[in-house]
């Protein structure tokens, strides 16, 4: 497997644009996390689905964030509008279902907003 | 109260020398326990899972306390490779809500001169 990948790599984008990053999980993980890395507030979930279903979104930010898992080998993490704020690099993750199972990490995609 | 706290770091310490790290958690409901190494610019990935009885793996070793929900990672005879971001990281165990959650601490960084 080829792990963990998302797209793109780096993003530079203009305030006020829509911004959409993409994960393809590891097949048959059955768990898929959205995290957010700032230099401040360390690595954040954002949240995270279990069999392509929503679990706790408790952790996005504000409305402008959205996340999908349209099947279970493809997410999206979209931001509408964009800020300077969202700066960051966003990870994506997944995992199995068992407790001593670990989550593996794509490269993860860095966002720049201007 | 953040969920998972480390110590703040920054540590710097010569080659050869031991350095621990602590963790404390406060969701009872956590179950599987990791600590994960971060290069520079790179994603997370894992050292090391945490086990009840406390484990070693060379010249790493984790423990656990349970009822004090305390984690820590040694490191013996530091090596320059070893400089990196440690991350503490709980998972929510079965029975509780947001079973699967994976929650990372702050992070320490480790950085081991000659």
């Known amino acids: 497997d080829a792990g963990v990948i998302q797209s793109p790599r780096h993003e530079v984008t203009e305030m006020g644009q829509e911004v959409t990053l993409r994960c393809k999980p590891i097949?048959?993980?059955?768990?898929l996390f959205w995290y957010r890395q700032t230099m401040m507030r360390g690595l954040e979930l954002l949240i995270y689905f279990n069999n392509n279903v929503p679990i706790d979104d408790s952790g996005m930010p504000e409305d402008r964030f959205s996340a999908k898992m349209p099947n279970a080998s493809f997410s999206t993490l979209k931001i509408q509008p964009s800020e300077p704020r969202d700066s960051a690099v966003y990870f994506c993750?997944?995992?199995?279902?068992?407790?001593?199972?670990?989550?593996?990490f794509g490269q993860g995609t860095r966002l720049t907003v201007v | 109260r953040k969920e998972v706290e480390q110590d703040p770091g920054p540590f710097n310490v010569p080659e050869g020398a031991t350095v621990a790290f602590n963790c404390t958690y406060s969701?009872?409901?956590?179950?599987?326990f990791f600590w994960y190494r971060q290069d520079c610019r790179k994603e997370p990935k894992l050292l090391m899972s945490?086990?009840?009885s406390g484990n070693e793996d060379g010249r790493f070793t984790a423990q656990l306390n349970r009822a004090s929900q305390y984690i820590s990672l040694l490191i013996r005879d530091s090596k320059l490779s070893d400089s990196a971001t440690y991350l503490c990281?709980?998972?929510?165990?079965?029975?509780?809500?947001?079973?699967?959650?994976?929650?990372f601490g702050q992070g320490t960084i480790l950085t081991v001169h000659p």
């Open positions: 993750a997944s995992s199995y279902l068992r407790d001593s199972d670990e989550a593996f």
């Open positions: 969701n009872s409901a956590s179950q599987s």
């Open positions: 990281v709980v998972k929510v165990a079965a029975g509780g809500t947001s079973y699967g959650k994976l929650t």
């Open positions: 097949s048959g993980h059955d768990y």
């Open positions: 945490v086990y009840s």
